[in-house]
């Protein structure tokens, strides 16, 4: 990495030794080969690592923020609600969200269109904290792809339900935790009457 | 008139009124459910109670009047409590579904629990199921798992609309709002019920998913779905509008709006007008524009002789004004006729069946220029050969038809109706979402409109004076031209030459406007809270 470094003149004691040039050289050269001659050869003792991307990756650490993903419910629909609590409290205003009827009378709304801007985001997390349905995720552990095009950059329901977390990457069974768990129980039918409800069996698998 | 101490404070209110409002009077807000202003009190949800010195129990506030001597306490340790419990026992079957519940951001039990109650609950069984999307008529539905039973609904359909459509069915955590058998809640103002509720058991179904209300801009307006004018709050994001709610003002509409003026923002997005027209056909701006000058250049040289001027009591007194002033500067002939939208179904209560917004607007300015203003019917006996209309709307296809079938004819609006795509030239204005201005309501209200928060003029359009000026429309041959840099400026000149509204300014207007003739008159009074929600 070029890196470059100034240097005030009055800190660097230049002597004659110094302005001989050719010993500093050397040793500056030296320095470089030994360097080189250990990891070429160097067996065990080896450091320095090539990678040869994208064939083979380096994986992130795991409390590295990638890309986003909408985790799905059992039967692959996102668990989002639309609820709005993710753009609400995104500070580069880049989600997205158009809330619709579910056909699910038990899960009632959502998301219609969801989309983030990553070219916006500033990958903070505030979306993942904000949510209640452990619905949104940045836990793919990739980074947002390369892209040539602005419309790219902007990952739609599809794309964001398409990625995977690492556990599942690594074939385990996640546990999501949101407030709907408490909903799965049914809301009992209208009576065909009139609106008063049927209402004598409570259900039993709720919280 | 009591003397009473609240808090320490002592304070003399009117005869007859409740500790809320006596309270409110010091600044200190009583927490409520169940208790409205404008309805009956039912003191059912508890959540007011106060310690009064020498009464055994705590008292509601709603329900306690204030006598003389009494010693009230809103804040005592035992007060305290009891709200919290109060709230508890509220929060008992509630579901928490606030995610997924329009009514968050302005819900009355989140707000009072913020404030009053901030405990994790301690309940362990099952919460009560109830039915979640109940439809009570073509508007409005009801989830009644989020229902707290304050009888707010039941109480304003017996008490306002006096229309008893619903009422409490069961007992116990069973009971539920519904409606009788066979007869939905259709009635034309069932939708007040929505921000009566004070929780998210009753919904919107225009408004349903559409949007959270925190991120809605919002604009102190007024309705210009009738002649009634009744007070808005105009809720808009990113140049669209999401809804339109009620917003309070005693000497108009008191807290309460019709369905069909709440609906009426749809109108006007569908079938807007998003270019000029010349002949029906789509036209540049500059081609539109000289073509307008022509029409209104002839009309100069005539001096309006055998021209008809179309007015639409839809346009603002701002509006009407410009163009009546021009008329009676540059076409002193011409023959001013109403035009506008047809008569509808009126009521006791707010509707009108004047559906146009300014009616008596115009026909004080009007008569100030001394212009006198025929109803369209005579328009139709008199059969102008050139015309001029303001406004697109028409009562009926016979103007119309004179419009479309006249020599030369300038329209001037925002909509596509048949007068304006038959138009010789037909030149785009805004709509009352998009401009600023007053309208005069049939009791003599002067009251101010203003432009929604990021809704802008669709395509190439201006407030309805300012098409003039803007494009330079007061330009045409031999004209008299007129210079207003605002909408201010037009309104000083209109207040300078119309009686009733001498001594008003737009930006004086305030929020509850100004009766005609009332000039510098005070605003109502203070402790109306006008911009406070309706349903507080
Ligand atoms: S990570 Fe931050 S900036 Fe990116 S979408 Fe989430 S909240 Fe917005
Ligand atoms: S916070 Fe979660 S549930 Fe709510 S809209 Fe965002 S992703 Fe969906
Ligand atoms: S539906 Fe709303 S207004 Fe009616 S009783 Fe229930 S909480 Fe009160
Ligand atoms: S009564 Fe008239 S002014 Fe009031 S909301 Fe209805 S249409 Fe609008
Ligand atoms: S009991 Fe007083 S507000 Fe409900």
């Known amino acids: 990495m070029g890196k470059i470094i100034k240097v005030r003149a009055q800190d660097a004691e230049v002597g004659a030794y110094e302005k001989a040039y050719l010993p500093e ?45 909408l985790t799905p419910r059992e039967d692959g629909a996102p668990r989002c609600v639309a609820c709005f609590m993710c753009s609400t409290a995104c500070p580069a205003r880049c989600i997205n969200i158009v809330a619709e009827e579910s056909d699910d009378p038990n899960i009632e709304k959502r998301p219609k269109v969801f989309e983030i801007d990553e070219l916006k985001c500033i990958f903070c997390g505030m979306c993942v904290e904000a949510c209640p349905e452990d619905a949104i995720r940045m836990d793919t552990g990739e980074h947002v792809k390369p892209f040539t095009n602005r419309a790219d950059a902007v990952y739609g329901k599809v794309d964001l339900l398409s990625m995977l977390g690492r556990t599942e990457k690594n074939g385990e069974q996640p546990v999501y935790r949101g407030a709907h768990e408490h909903r799965a129980r049914q809301a009992p039918q209208h009576s065909p009457e009139g609106t008063l409800p049927v209402q004598d069996e409570q259900p039993e698998d709720a919280h | 008139m009591p003397k009473l101490n609240i808090d320490g404070q002592d304070i003399e209110v009117p005869a007859g009124e409740n500790l809320v409002l006596a309270a409110r009077r010091i600044g200190v807000e009583v927490p409520v459910f169940c208790y409205h202003e ?72 989140q707000d009072n629990y913020m404030g009053h109650d901030g405990k994790s609950s301690r309940q362990q069984d099952t919460k009560t199921a109830k039915p979640r999307l109940e ?117 108009v509409n008191d807290t309460w709006m019709c369905d069909e003026g709440r609906l009426s ?65 540059n076409m002193a002939q011409a023959k001013v006729y109403f035009s506008g939208r047809a008569d509808g179904v009126g009521d006791q209560l707010l509707r009108r069946a004047d559906k146009n917004p300014n009616r008596a607007g115009i026909k004080a300015i009007a008569e100030a220029l001394g212009i006198p203003v025929g109803t369209y019917t005579d328009g139709i006996t008199a059969k102008p050969l050139r015309v001029v209309m303001l406004g697109t709307e028409t009562p009926d296809d016979r103007i119309s038809s004179i419009v479309n079938a006249a020599q030369a004819s300038l329209v001037i609006g925002a909509h596509l109706t048949q007068a304006f795509k038959g138009a010789k030239v037909a ?28 809704v802008k003029f669709a395509g190439k359009s201006y407030a309805d004076w300012a098409v003039m000026l ?67």
């Open chain 2, 427 to 454: 030149l785009l204005s805004g709509t009352v979402f998009e401009s600023d201005g007053s309208f005069v309501n049939e009791d003599g209200r002067v009251q101010r409109v203003r432009p929604c928060h990021g």
């Open chain 2, 265 to 329: 923002y749809h109108a006007h997005e569908e079938q807007r007008a998003e270019e000029p027209l010349t002949d029906g056909k789509r036209a540049s701006d500059a081609t539109a524009l000289s073509a307008a000058l022509g029409v209104l250049a002839n009309a100069v040289k005539e001096k309006g002789n055998g021209w008809g001027v179309f007015i639409s009591p839809t346009l603002t007194n701002e509006g009407a004004f410009a163009w009546l002033s021009y008329v009676k500067a």
């Open chain 2, 135 to 251: 439809v009570l008529g073509p508007l409005v539905n009801y989830n009644a798992e989020r229902c707290i039973m304050c009888t707010r609904c039941v109480r304003f359909m017996d008490e306002i609309p006096k229309n008893t459509q619903l009422g409490v069915f069961g007992r116990g955590d069973r009971n539920v709002i519904g409606v009788f058998d066979g007869k939905p809640l259709d009635d034309p103002y069932s939708l007040n019920v929505v921000e009566l509720c004070p929780v998210g058991a009753l919904g919107s179904l225009d408004f349903r998913f559409e949007s959270r209300v925190w991120s809605l801009d919002k604009t102190n307006s007024v309705c210009d779905g009738c002649s009634k004018g009744c007070n808005t709050e105009t809720h808009s994001k990113k140049e669209h509008v999401y809804r339109m709610i009620p917003r309070r003002n005693d000497s």
């Open chain 2, 38 to 109: 404008k309805l009956s009190i039912a003191a059912n949800c508890r959540m007011c109670l106060v310690e009064i010195e020498k009464m055994p129990k705590l008292q509601p506030a709603c329900q306690t009047v204030a006598t003389d001597n009494m010693i009230v306490k809103t804040s005592s340790p035992k007060v305290i409590e009891a709200r919290a419990a109060v709230m508890e026992f509220l929060l008992v079957n509630h579901p928490l579904d606030c995610p997924i519940c329009d009514k968050a951001g302005e819900c009355m039990l």
């Open chain 1, 25 to 69: 050289i050397t040793k500056g050269i030296g320095i470089t080969l030994r360097h080189v001659v250990k990891n070429l050869f160097g067996g065990d003792e080896k450091y320095t690592r090539t990678v040869s991307y994208p064939e083979e990756k380096v994986e992130y650490p795991v409390r590295f923020r990638g890309a986003h993903r």
């Open chain 2, 470 to 536: 803007s494009q330079g429309l007061d330009k045409a041959v031999g004209a008299k031209t007129f210079a207003w840099a605002n909408t201010e400026s037009v309104f000083a000149d209109l207040a300078n030459a119309v009686k009733g509204f001498s001594g008003m300014r737009l930006l004086g207007l305030g929020l509850h406007g100004k009766a005609l003739g009332s000039g510098r008159a005070t605003e109502s009074p203070s402790h109306q809270q006008a911009s406070s929600p309706v349903g507080a």
